[in-house]
């Protein structure tokens, strides 16, 4: 099994930049896509950015210029670097891995707890 750990959610000013972090651990034979999604109350889970174990990047459109995805393969980490904060950004930040766990385990989705982001106005 993969477990992830996300780190560096909190209150934060409209404006104002937050780091999130998430470590994978356990049982990995490889790490895949991985990436962020969020969930605000009341709303449906949502993708913010994924990152190809390459360097592939994808951003949801509404925080493209704003977000930046990257990842340390040899951390098994994944970061969201997050500027320029806007109150809609407030939700429960998610990371997430497709990953196998050996090498004859299939591809598998791994979610870490969430992490509480809060941006006042």
Not at 49 to 57: D, N, P, Y
Not at 72 to 92: C, G, H, I, R
Request: net charge positive; proline share 2%.
């Amino acid at each position: 099994q993969v477990q992830l750990v996300e780190s560096g959610g909190g209150l934060v000013q409209a404006g104002g930049s937050l780091r999130l972090s998430c470590a994978a651990s356990g049982s990995i034979f490889s790490l895949n896509v991985m990436g962020w999604y969020r969930q605000a109350p009341g709303k449906q889970r949502e993708l913010v950015a994924v990152i190809t174990s390459g360097g592939i990047t994808n951003y949801a459109d509404s925080v493209k210029g704003r977000f930046t995805i990257s990842r340390d393969n040899a951390k098994n980490t994944v970061y969201l670097q997050m500027a320029s904060l806007k109150p809609e950004d407030t939700a429960v930040y998610y990371c997430n891995a497709n990953a196998r766990s050996s090498g004859v385990a299939p591809r598998s989705d791994y979610w870490g707890q969430g992490t509480q982001v809060t941006v006042s106005s």
